[in-house]
């Protein structure tokens, strides 16, 4: 199975590389990212271990380049399950930073300008981060029915910046395993540092359009 991430991004943060670099991890040789328009995000995602393409999904799947594939839609009327994984050979993940509440950019970017019988399948009832996509997504592959699994909305820690300690709620869905959330190596301390990182202007690691 080939895992799609189309990259929807204006460019790549500390935080988005963070959940892509997981995704690469958990699929390790099986991730291609698509719409990637900037050189040095290439340069980036290359250097990850994935295959990386200028053109979008809906490009490839048009020119015929992807065939049976399905779409990771939160809006989608049905739920992923094992059989759909099997019957496809590439499945589709939005690169999107998710937004509090929803705007619906992976039905809007994604599925409704793929034309025919588009296959979308969604995760639940929750948004869920492009890591906690790609962990349930994975879990689902190994055939466990996406009922069985923990997943809890909403992420609470606090973390010391300078000599203040903040509190910081993350308003997504988290799968869990052990009793504790999965997450990407150092995610907390990417997303701590992202208040200073955008104070600083070096939100991006790539320079959009180079």
Known sequence: MLVIVEHLEPCISPWLLSEYSYVVELFEGGVLFTNVKSRRARE?????????????????????????????????????KPIDVRDSDAVVIGGIM??????????????????????SRNLGRYQLTIAGAAYVL????EGVELGSLDIRFGLRFT?????????????YAFPYEGGRPVLPRNYLEVISMRSLLFEQGLKCLDEPGK
């Open 44 to 80: 980036l995602l290359e250097g990850l271990g994935a295959r990386v393409e200028e053109r979008s999904v809906v490009e490839l799947v048009r020119e015929g380049a992807i065939l049976r594939h399905l779409v990771l839609d939160p809006k989608a009327p049905q739920e992923l």
């Open 98 to 119: 998710g937004e509090h509440p929803p705007r619906g950019r992976t039905f809007k970017e994604i599925t409704a300008k793929l034309t025919g019988n588009v296959k």
């Open 138 to 141: 994975r879990k689902v592959a």
């Open 159 to 171: 973390a010391r910046l300078g000599d203040y300690e903040v509190e910081i709620e993350l308003p």
